[in-house]
């Protein structure tokens, strides 16, 4: 899977470190290799991580391979793209959704 240099991958063990004391907004996108709409997201996800380098962190986590980080904020469907700030969940979205769709709300907590 192509992913940008801007997107960094987080793991249950990483997830503290890497997320909750994220000095930027931090944003995950909860995705198994089987979802489809997940692959659909991914690209998404890349050009987001572009645009918002250096304002936003952005994460992918494969809820596979980490059970623990999902089950932690009651994720039930996939894809789910979570946003922290300052350690704190402060919006979701669930399923593919368009690119204005996120970036509206990423904007709404840049500000």
């Not at 960094?8 to 907004?25: A, P």
């Not at 050009?47 to 994460?59: R, S, W």
């Not at 994720?75 to 979205?93: M, S």
């Not at 959704?97 to 907590?109: G, L, W």
Request: hydrophobic letters at 35%; a negative charge; one cysteine or more.
């Amino acid at each position: 899977m192509s992913q940008s240099q801007n997107v960094e991958i987080v793991t249950d063990s990483s997830f503290q470190s890497q997320v909750m004391q994220c000095s930027q907004l931090a944003i995950i996108d909860f995705w198994a290799e089987w979802c489809g709409p997940c692959r659909q997201l991914s690209p998404t996800i890349e050009q987001l991580a572009n645009d918002y380098a250096g304002q936003a962190k952005i994460f992918k986590m494969n809820v596979d391979e980490n059970p623990n980080t999902p089950s932690q904020f009651q994720i039930r469907g996939i894809p789910t793209v979570l946003f922290f700030k300052g350690g704190q969940l402060v919006d979701q979205i669930v399923g593919n959704q368009s690119k204005e769709a996120i970036t509206q709300v990423i904007q709404k907590h840049l500000q």
